[in-house]
């Protein structure tokens, strides 16, 4: 009697299945294993051995828990699960203490505090990454871009922006062959660019969806409403139905929606409850990522719906078998017709909406490349005449500006005068630069003036109208200068491209201007440097290290931040001055690709 009194026996019918705790976090785990694979081809091993450490914390935490509480050490593999998980949202270098302090406070605080297994409040591995971005901003968005060949244990590499925080910009412009919008496309697809270490290959991702769906491990009404209902606000909020699947695909968004918010402890227990679940982690996602001051939300709006969920289950109850009303009729299930209803409704404005905005505003969100007509410097600092084209809807818009920079060590945007401004009434918004310094502007994330994305893509010219200020007040300045580089001719063999360009470096250490001149031949189909053939070199010793160059994307060279080959800075500048080089001859390449001749 005494063992029997031990068992709770709940009224029938019962279910019995074969599923334990850790059967399924196996299956978490193996459906994981593409996200890790590929983090680990795209960002070196050093990913993998910050998705290790993660791990390793993880496990160590909960045991430790486990003594101090004098509890049974636990081998359910779900510590695995929350490290896994933690390090795969990670950026690529960060530093070594970042994934253990993180899965410190992954499981000690958010799931061991609160009694364990199935009793935390919030998912540990999207509270740990908020917790992480506040504490160490600067390292938790340090991306880089993929193929970082050679560089695979290396910390020290080139940061590269993402789409979210970037635009369009960061995408190499012809990616298996397919040029534009569809290769920006296939590019978030394989995950080749800048992010996390898993979440960037949403092919990978999908891989672990369909595993897990097909076992029956997580409930895909939550990633599917999540996606839905992000896809529409993506709409509401850009205006843009070709932003949908860029949003979509860019960012932790996918990941999340399938390894993160289905969390057993943290979604809703009713079916019905998870569509609402997920639609509110869509609404809040794309809300913190147009109108917040980070540029991604997912992790966030994951936290903030594990705190609703248990209202969710609160109130929001299902119809019990043989459940009536006061009158004694059958109770509807409202609440189920209610979701299907929400589902269909977002399918609709969908299906009907983004064809719409496709016609009626087409994707304009390329412009070409600024450039400085003339550079001195008076009493207020550097004053310099620049101009550019932005692409609004297809119109390409001249745009000129006089800009000053103040001459003190800050170097912020005194004045900024138009010139030439937009003829459709999509003006720059000048605040948004006016006292900031280039750190700052670089750093701009939310650049939309309105609903409309023409003023938006005005003050993306803009701003890299003064970014290019910067950079040619940089190269005129101590330690190194060089005069302006320009291309002097240009052939066409398809999309092979063969440019002739001259430039000159002053070498600081022998008080002496070098000319330079180089034959650069970029293959547009693969949107690659091919070659770079020295015309005049240095000579003083000091030539540039052509191999920094070769084999490189327009966004690989434009994010090269060490262009150093000794400890000399003549030899930096004059890898300085054939970075500029190459880069004007992309920007030609570009442009002529684009159709303007």
Known sequence: MAEISAYNVSASPHVKGRSTTRRLMADVLIALAPCLVAGVLFYGLWSLLLVVLCMAACFACEQLCNLVRRKPFTFDLSALVTGLILGLNLPPRAPWYIPLIGGAFAIVLVKMLFGGLGKNFANPAGAARVFLLLAYSGVMTNWIGADVAGNMLAVDVSSSATYLGGGTAVFAPVFLGVRGYWGWVLQLLFGYTGGSIGETCALAVLAGFVYLTVRRVIDWRIPLSYLLSAAVMTLICYGDASEILLQLLSGGM?????????????????????????????????????????PEGTSLAILIMNLLVPLLDKFI?????????????QKPQAMKWAMRALCLAMALALAVAAPVLAVLHPRADEYTPAYVRSFRQTEEGYRFDVAGTADIGGYKQP???????GAEESRVVRAIVPVQQSTMGYVAELA?????????????????????????????????MILECYTLLALNTAPYEYAPRYVKAREADGAVYTFSVEGAAYLALFDYTQPLAYTVILDMEEGKVQTIEPVTQSTKGYVAEL????????????????????????????????????????????YAEAGNG
């Not at 109850?317 to 009729?329: D, E, M, S, W």
């Not at 745009?399 to 920079?405: F, M, N």
């Not at 434009?558 to 970075?579: E, F, M």
């Open 254 to 294: 996918l990941f999340g929606s399938v390894f993160m918010a289905t969390d057993y402890a943290t979604s809703p227990k009713w079916k019905y409850n998870r569509i609402l679940y997920g639609v509110g982690l869509g609404v809040f996602t794309m809300l913190i990522r147009a109108f917040g001051s980070y």
């Open 317 to 329: 109850l299902p119809v019990r078998f043989g459940q009536c009303t006061k009158r004694g009729r």
């Open 399 to 405: 745009l000129g500006y006089i800009v000053t920079i």
């Open 432 to 464: 948004l630069f006016l006292n900031k310094n280039e750190r700052e502007i670089r750093g701009l994330q939310d650049l939309s003036a309105d609903v409309n994305t023409s003023a938006t893509i005005t003050n993306k010219a803009l701003r890299e």
């Open 547 to 590: 191999s920094l160059f070769i084999g490189k994307t327009h966004a690989q060279v434009l994010n090269l931040s060490d262009l150093s080959t000794d400890s000399n800075t003549s030899a930096t500048a004059t890898n300085t001055v054939l970075r500029e080089m190459v880069l004007e001859c992309f920007y030609e390449a570009e």
